[in-house]
Every structure is written in C-alpha cells, then in structure tokens.
C-alpha cells in the first residue's frame, strides 16, 4: 500500500537519498524498497536546530500500513489524474505561434502532440547563437538588436536567475516541470520547495526542448520578426513577416512577450483591443550574501552546508495605499540591463546578494506611459545602468547597494554587475513623478530593522 510521510527530517549536508533510511528509522519499519520524494523544503525557523523536511510516498507491507495510519504525519496516496491528458485534432489544422519564449514553446509542444501543425516564429536567433551576441554586448558593447538577453529563443527568462517558483496552483504546473525533465533539467525540481535550474541550465533544456519540437514535425525559423498581421472578415489569418513573406493558417497565437514593445503598438494601429493594467516598477538592489545567510540562517550559514539565503519582504503605506516588495531575488546573482534584469547561476556563492524593490503602480500616465517609461529611464549611453547608495546599515554593515555609482563589484572579482558599467540616478524618479523612489527608499529605511 502507498502511503504518504509527511515529515521526514534530515539535517543539511545530509544526501537525499538517506531519505529512506531515516523514514525506516522514524516509523520503526523496514526499509521501503519502493519510494520518491515529492515535497522537499528548507525549515530555518529555528536557528538552532535547521533542517530539511521532506513528504515522502513509500510502499509498505498492508498489515504494517493499518498501524501506520494511525500516526500523525501519515496518510493514504492518492493519484491525481494526470493534469494535461493527450488530445487528438482533425487533420490539416495549422496555428502559427509567434515567440518561442516559455509560452510559445509550450505552447507550441501541445499543439503539436495533438496533431496540429505548428509553425513557430521567432525573431531572436537560436540559443546557441544568442549566447554569442550576448558575449559580444558584454564584452565589447555591441547590441544586436533581435539577439540579446530579451530577444531570442527560450525567451527573457532564458538568461534569467533561473527560479521556476509560481504562486499558481494550476495542475499543468507538474507537466510543465515534467517536460523540462525530460528535456534533461534535474529531476530535483519535481520536488523542491524552491525549484533552481540556474542561468546556466536553463540553455541545455530549451535546445532539448526545440529538438522535441521538432522531431513532431514542428516548423521552427528563427530570425523571423512578425510585422503585421493578416486579417479579412473581422479575424486573424495569419502574419506578415519583417522580411515581407505572409503566412496563413487556422489560428494565431501571439507570444511575443512583454519586452516586444513594437508588436504592441502594431496591435494598437490594427485595432486589437487592449486595456491598461496596473504594473509594477522598481529597482535592482545589492547587499552582502554573508549578511543574508547569518539573518536567515544564524551560526551555521558559516559551514556552507546551505544554499545561499533568500527572504522575502512586504510593506504596505496604510496613507497611500501603495505598497513596496522585494521580487526575483537571486541569491549571489548579478544583472543584466536590459531594463536591467537579475541572474543566477546553479551554484550559487558570491559576495554580494542581488534583488528587486518594486513599486506597486496604478494605470496613470496616459496611453503607452509604461511603455515609454522604462525606455528612457536606465541610465546612459552604452548601455550602461544608473546605480547609487542608501548608506544603511545593518549589524554594523553597510546595507542595500553601499557603494558610489560606478564602484558597485559583483562576486568579489572586481567586476561590475551591469556588464557595461554605471551611471549616477536621476532619470527614474523624475521619469515616475518622485513617488516611485520614494516609497522604495522609505521602505529600505525599514529593511534592516524588519531583517
């Protein structure tokens, strides 16, 4: 029978796989033969005594499960259905997906297990190609304006920090992780609380990805901008290419992402409707990793037995009704600048600690004002990010970006985290009224204190 342990515990720098030991241990049974973790997550509540609990599914023999059941932390397994079952479609239907970031390329892979035939376009260059573009705006600061770290295949969040948390509870999120194991990405993310591939993984599994595309006979261009789109009878029937080549078919998926600012005013111009949202907008904040690790972890974050520390901090105006938070926080991560994103490799263990304060704001400003906003806000010419200093301090240390513009280092190796360099601020605060800065800095006056 399969029953389900909910709080195994081991300590850190213990192996996973000593899972099943400890279950036998704690239960005084034999040792399942048959077992898988399925929920893993860090519990630093109490600093002296941090550990690692885990729920388990084990089989066991049907006259021990009886007893078993009766103890608290046990319970029946049940099978959830499978969240994303295979459907078959009528042949001869074609969709045309425009974006192979991750909605594109999912979207793509569905389309095309239930038979439709798929041609996806994107306008970036492969990943293997992207990389080299990307390596040349660093090193030499030369843009390649349809390959960089937003456009291209995997998308933005291809040279992203890596996290595949989600907030969402929707059941295709387990399919999701499925098939990026499958397309070779650590079967660890099934269960882990915090699930990391890191920026460096996430390359190997979208090439893995493209490669099942197509061998279900997916048509996959890249280099290929949608400039237009093809419509008769009041409905889409297809696009209209940078390069002037049209393309039918049934239906149009756009998943051209958020950074795709041209294809929105295109939309706008033919007429699609569109509404403005609420959005939020912010900055990349610094501090020491070493001081994270001793907030969240205590004495033992200096063994180096746990991953690098991460937190998670709110604070609502009760006057303004605003509200200031911290957001893709990447452990011993640096930034990208384009608007300036943050990243983070698999093994996480820098100097400093990098992460996002965002201002909640609401829909002012006019037609395309978030669009307009971030293109001028960053900072100066070459591609470089504006930066500066709070000066706070905290158990002694300096707090939150200590450094002068210009003299911020990333991973103690002298280097800057925005790849070209910084330039003083000014530009956001005007460019947001002052009440974006504002808030931000008087929730960071609040940090070392709520740390």
């Not at 459907?87 to 074609?94: D, E, I, L, P, S």
Request: charged share 25%; hydrophobic share 40%; proline share 5%.
């Amino acid at each position: 029978m399969k029953l389900v342990f909910d709080d195994i515990r081991l300590r850190p720098g213990m192996d996973d796989s000593a899972v099943a030991d400890e279950l036998a241990k704690t239960y005084y049974i034999e040792k399942p033969a048959t077992w898988r973790i399925v929920l893993k997550s860090l519990d630093a509540r109490h600093k002296n005594r941090i550990v690692y609990r885990y729920r388990v599914v084990a089989e066991v023999p049907d006259d021990a499960a009886e007893a078993l059941l009766k103890r608290k932390g046990v319970s029946m397994w049940r099978e959830e259905p499978a969240a994303v079952s295979p459907k078959r479609c009528g042949a001869g239907r074609r969709v045309i997906v425009v974006g192979a970031g991750p909605a594109g390329l999912f979207c793509a892979l569905r389309l095309s297990r239930a038979g439709v035939g798929v041609l996806l376009l994107e306008r970036g260059f492969e990943v293997e190609k992207r990389m080299a573009h990307i390596g040349r705006l660093k090193a030499e600061g030369l843009l390649n304006p349809e390959s960089n770290v937003l456009f291209g295949e995997g998308g933005a969040g291809a040279y992203s920090d890596g996290k595949l948390t989600t907030r969402t509870r929707r059941p295709e999120i387990a399919w999701v992780f499925a098939t990026l194991t499958e397309c070779g990405a650590p079967e660890r993310i099934l269960y882990e609380q915090k699930p990391h591939l890191g920026t460096d993984g996430l390359a190997p599994v979208v090439r893995a990805l493209r490669d099942t595309l197509l061998s279900l006979g997916a048509d996959v261009r890249f280099n290929t901008r949608v400039d237009d789109l093809i419509i008769s009878g009041g409905a889409v029937r297809g696009v209209i290419t940078a390069a002037g080549d049209a393309h039918e078919a049934d239906a149009v998926v756009l998943a051209a992402g958020h950074s795709a600012r041209d294809t929105g005013e295109m939309l706008l111009r033919r007429g699609v409707f569109m509404e403005k949202k609420p959005f939020a907008m912010g900055v990349r904040v610094e501090h020491p990793a070493a001081l994270i690790d001793e907030i969240q972890y205590g004495p033992i974050a200096r063994e180096k037995l746990l991953p690098a520390a991460d937190y998670r901090l709110v604070h609502n105006n009760g006057k303004t009704g605003r509200a200031v938070y911290s957001f893709c926080v990447c452990p011993g991560g640096g930034g990208h600048q384009f608007f300036f994103r943050g990243r983070g490799p698999v093994r996480q263990r820098h100097e400093l600690f990098e992460a996002g304060r965002r201002v909640y704001q609401r829909g002012a400003g006019g037609d395309g004002f978030a669009v307009r906003l971030p293109r001028g806000a960053p900072g100066g010419s070459g591609f470089s990010a504006c930066a500066g200093g709070t000066g706070l301090r905290c158990r002694g240390r300096r707090f939150f970006g200590s450094r002068p513009a210009g003299h911020i280092v990333c991973a103690g190796r002298g280097r800057p985290v925005a790849a070209r360099g910084f330039v003083p601020p000014g530009g956001v605060s005007r460019r947001s009224g002052g009440g974006a800065s504002r808030l931000d800095r008087r929730r960071d006056q609040g940090g070392p204190k709520k740390f």
